[in-house]
């Protein structure tokens, strides 16, 4: 597996853009994450210098993206992608809810999402809802497990983060509660705590391993009971 | 008379005087409807590119004067002033490359490649009642002086004129971009102080170009 895509997270705040990497560190340990916020004396506002680091530091060939809060953040991460020295980093800003989309980010690419996986989950924030869910697919045949919720959290936060780094590692769609099983924000807007059932699903002919292995995850407790 | 690295040179200066006497006025209309800090944060931009202009070499191009003093804004100006004002002299200085001497057109294009560089910065429009609203119509005099035959100065008097009239006319607008734009109606009435430093810094152009 190549080297994961790398976050950088603007902010006019260098708590805000150091918090940022402190949430999304936990659910995602070994992804390249750079802070970049406030300004060369940490003032409130956004250093070119910082962002142009950031990006070169967390950048391992595999691309980077990159999470902004006001305005200005935007401008001064744009002028630095572009002037950014030396060149032919594959670079890209999203425009996505920054706690949220940097969470999502962060577990997108600690599974080694490529960078429009990557991009694709942090905008996945952008949905208030699960759009998903009120649409169930019309499941015929395929391979279903109903498992009930043992440990203390429920489907949030770091089982929510460990589930979907583990639906991510087979090639196959698989739903629960027919959200999809690879959607961070998804499961977790689901609400899914203590006690509740779940159901694990795929309708493709091959999903049996993987609905197993995630069915087998969520009875095992994610370790915490 | 055409125009050279002097008149460059001493069109950062005039700025940085200019803005460093300004400071407060840009201070107090960024407080009315944005966050205050664009008055000190041009005055501490262009201090600093003071600094870095009495160490470069005096031969060096108008070219690589604007490419310095592009670089130097961007990491020195906080807030959005930094990478638009930035973009521009990076801009400009593209524009100016190669060139010993700016004449009549070359001006126009050094300052229409600046307004592109704002605009495809900050993706605002005319009546966003932001810098725009200030380059545009500078840029719009600059290029009806040069085709009636005005000397470089005389283009730079026009749009430096143009400039400060379109800054005042911001003053009826509701924003849509920037920090302002969060202020609806609120905004409107005061003169956006981004306008306000671009008129500013287009008069600290003609006037060394009118010293030169």
């Not at chain 2, 690295?5 to 006025?25: D, F, G, K, P």
């Not at chain 2, 638009?84 to 001006?107: C, E």
């Amino acid at each position: 597996m190549s080297a994961s895509v790398g976050l950088v997270f603007v902010s006019h705040s260098d708590k805000v853009a150091a918090g940022l990497v402190e949430i999304a560190r936990q659910m995602a340990p070994s992804v390249a994450m750079a802070a970049a916020g406030g300004t060369d004396d940490q003032a409130v506002g956004t250093s070119f210098q910082k962002v142009g680091d950031a990006i070169r530091a967390v950048n391992s060939g595999s691309g980077v993206v990159i999470l902004c809060d006001l305005g200005s953040a935007i401008l001064t991460a744009e002028t630095a992608i572009e002037l950014l020295d030396p060149p032919g980093h594959e670079v890209h800003i999203v425009d996505a809810p920054l706690v949220e989309g940097a969470v999502a980010a962060a577990v997108a690419a600690e599974t080694g999402a490529p960078v429009a996986e990557v991009i694709a989950a942090a905008q996945s924030a952008n949905r208030s809802a699960p759009d998903d869910a009120k649409d169930p697919p019309a499941a015929a045949g395929g391979y279903r497990r109903i498992v009930t919720l043992t440990n203390r959290d429920g489907l949030h936060a770091r089982p929510a983060a460990e589930f979907v780094k583990l639906a991510a590692t087979f090639g196959v769609p698989v739903t629960v509660n027919q959200v999809d099983a690879k959607s961070l924000l998804g499961i977790m807007s689901l609400g899914l705590v203590s006690g509740a059932t779940v159901e694990i699903a795929s309708d493709e002919s091959g999903g049996a391993a993987a609905v197993d292995a995630l069915a087998d995850l969520v009875e095992s407790g994610f370790g915490e009971k | 008379m055409n125009l050279d690295q002097q008149w460059a040179r001493e069109w950062v200066r005039l700025a940085a005087a200019v803005l460093s006497e300004h400071r407060l006025e840009l201070v107090s209309l960024d407080r009315e409807i944005g966050d205050g800090d664009h008055g000190e944060n041009m005055d501490r931009g262009f201090s600093a590119v003071t600094g870095k202009l009495s160490q470069l070499p005096g031969e060096a191009s108008a070219s690589d004067i604007f490419k310095l003093v592009g670089m130097t804004l961007i990491s020195t100006v906080g807030g959005a002033a930094g990478p638009l004002y930035g973009t521009a002299f990076i801009r400009a200085a593209t524009a100016t490359a190669g060139a010993q001497t700016v004449d009549s057109d070359g001006l126009v294009s050094l300052l229409t490649a600046a307004r592109d560089g704002v605009v495809a910065r900050g993706k605002a429009e005319v009546g966003d009642k932001t810098m725009v609203d200030a380059w545009t119509p500078a840029v719009d005099a600059a290029a009806a002086a040069a085709q009636d035959g005005s000397d470089p100065a005389a283009v730079l008097a026009a749009a430096a004129q143009a400039a400060e009239a379109g800054a005042l006319a911001t003053e009826p607008l509701v924003a849509h971009k920037g920090r302002a734009s969060y202020l609806g109606e609120r905004a409107v009435g005061h003169r956006d102080p981004g306008a306000q430093s671009s008129a500013l810094l287009l008069r600290a152009a003609a006037d060394a170009a009118a010293g030169a």
